[in-house]
């Protein structure tokens, strides 16, 4: 197992390193000058010629991309024209607009992002295994069709048409919810879990329906397995093979699957942070794109990049925990 882990853990380091090439190639050798951005569009071309120097954006490509990874494993000090910024690692650059470093941008936006994805990870894993659960055990009957029905419309519905929903019944129709406003955890717990309860049903309810459909499919697979009919032979309980037996191998693609759901979620809830008004890493990187601000672009999807690799590779282990024979594979 630990070598298993090992080598998920060497091919994580090694598509961090492709993706981090690919990152810096697309923003900072793409069409365009990195040095006017950061200058400015009133710099002379002795300012921005300035600037360039003090970027290194005179060195070659291979050159960049090396000062670059010094940064993030080494840091890396910047120039303020009256003395220096020493910006330890990881050092993801120096915003251009506003001279703040991209760790301190990425650590003052992360919790609220993690804040969503997690709490609303939890709310979909209770759902949509609980309903994929009762939809299993009672296969055939009007609940499992009521369930069922429910999932598809679950998975049809668009996460922003589920949000505005959510806010036109909780907040203006039944007024049992004011509008969400992000407290953050450390000043208020309460306020915080009551202000993020809609975008958690939001993301929830979406993603429930695929756990749900998920968890139904593999119980009933689990079920129909030779050693299931067996146990039924010798007359285990039902619910004791369910909970022992079936549940468990069920369980094994739901876990790996909300580990690398819940890294897509550090980048993919955009349309919920900005209908909410959750001030995340999604908003963040919208506002750094309008005002092409490359290293905090950059700085962002790599932590994003990093949030999916590391939930890929943490799920390979979940799921070989859960399957032995992934192991041995």
């Known amino acids: 197992m630990i070598r298993f882990a090992g080598r998920r853990l060497l091919q994580a380091a090694a598509v961090l390193l492709v993706l981090a090439a690919v990152l810096y190639a697309v923003f900072y050798l793409a069409p365009g000058d990195a040095a006017q951005l950061a ?35 080494a840091g890396h000090d ?18 251009y607009r506003t001279g703040d470093l991209v760790t301190h941008v990425v650590a003052e936006k992360l919790p609220a992002t993690a804040s969503l994805a997690l709490g609303a990870m939890v709310l979909w894993l209770v759902i949509g295994v609980g309903t994929g659960l009762v939809s299993a055990l009672r296969r055939g009957t009007l609940v499992e ?59 929830a309810l979406v993603e429930a329906a695929k756990y749900a459909r998920l968890t139904r499919s593999s119980l009933l697979e689990t079920l129909a397995e030779d050693h299931i009919r067996t146990f039924r032979a010798y007359g285990v309980p039902e619910g004791a093979i369910v909970r022992r037996h079936a549940l468990r191998g069920a369980l094994a693609s739901v ?75």
């Open 39 to 73: 200058c400015g569009p009133r710099c002379s071309t002795a300012q921005v010629a300035q600037v360039r120097a003090q970027m290194g954006l005179d060195d070659a490509v291979y050159v960049q991309f090396w000062h670059f990874l010094q940064g993030v494993f």
């Open 78 to 95: 910047y120039s303020t024209g009256t003395g220096t910024l020493h910006c330890p690692a990881p050092c993801l650059g120096q915003s």
């Open 255 to 329: 876990i790996a699957l909300s580990a690398l759901d819940l890294g897509t979620m550090f980048g993919g809830a955009l349309l919920t942070e900005t209908l909410f008004g959750v001030p995340g890493l999604g908003q963040q990187l919208v506002q750094s794109v309008q005002l092409k601000d490359l290293p905090v672009v950059v700085g962002i999807v790599l932590v994003m990049g990093l949030a999916v690799v590391v939930a890929n590779a943490l799920a390979d282990v979940l799921y070989a925990l859960t399957d032995r024979r992934v192991v041995l594979a």
């Open 145 to 203: 069709r009521l369930l069922t029905g429910f999932t598809l419309i679950g998975t049809a519905t668009p996460v922003f048409i589920t949000g505005i929903l959510l806010l036109l019944v909780c907040c203006s129709w039944l007024r049992w919810l004011p509008y969400p406003t992000y407290v953050p955890f450390t000043s208020d717990p309460e306020q915080w879990a009551w202000n993020l309860l809609l975008p958690w049903l939001a993301l």
